[in-house]
């Protein structure tokens, strides 16, 4: 079991900045990956970076590249995304989310889930 709390979800105006923290605990492992996706409303929950949590390489979807940067410590047991130049377009909650398989970008691909934060981006 892994689990998983994500926090630092806020009201932040356009071109803001922003970051997001997920703690991460139980039964982890450097094998695993860690995503983050986001879920606005009336849409699917889609992909927005994942991170190799033993090796730190990462990979963004097109839509935020260049704008997020996800990251983790390893030592501390916490993964980030620095969130920059935000557009009402990134509001959505934002979930981590734990898998073993190699870089996947799918939500069924996913194991463990945190329970989400809020990002609202004001235009």
């Known amino acids: 079991q892994v689990q998983l709390v994500e926090s630092g979800g806020g009201l932040v105006q356009a071109g803001g900045s922003l970051r997001l923290s997920c703690a991460v605990s139980g039964r982890t492992s450097n094998r695993y990956y860690m995503g983050w996706f986001r879920q606005a409303p009336g849409k699917e929950r889609e992909f927005v970076a994942v991170i190799d949590w033993g090796g730190g390489s990462t990979y963004y979807a097109d839509s935020v590249k260049g704008r997020f940067t996800i990251s983790r410590d390893y030592a501390a047991n916490h993964m980030y995304l620095e969130m920059n130049s935000l557009k009402a377009e990134d509001t959505a909650v934002y979930f981590c989310?734990?898998?073993?398989?190699?870089?996947?970008?799918?939500?069924?691909?996913?194991?463990?889930w945190g329970q989400g934060t809020q990002v609202t981006v004001s235009s």
């Open positions: 989310a734990a898998t073993l398989q190699r870089w996947a970008t799918s939500r069924g691909q996913y194991d463990y």
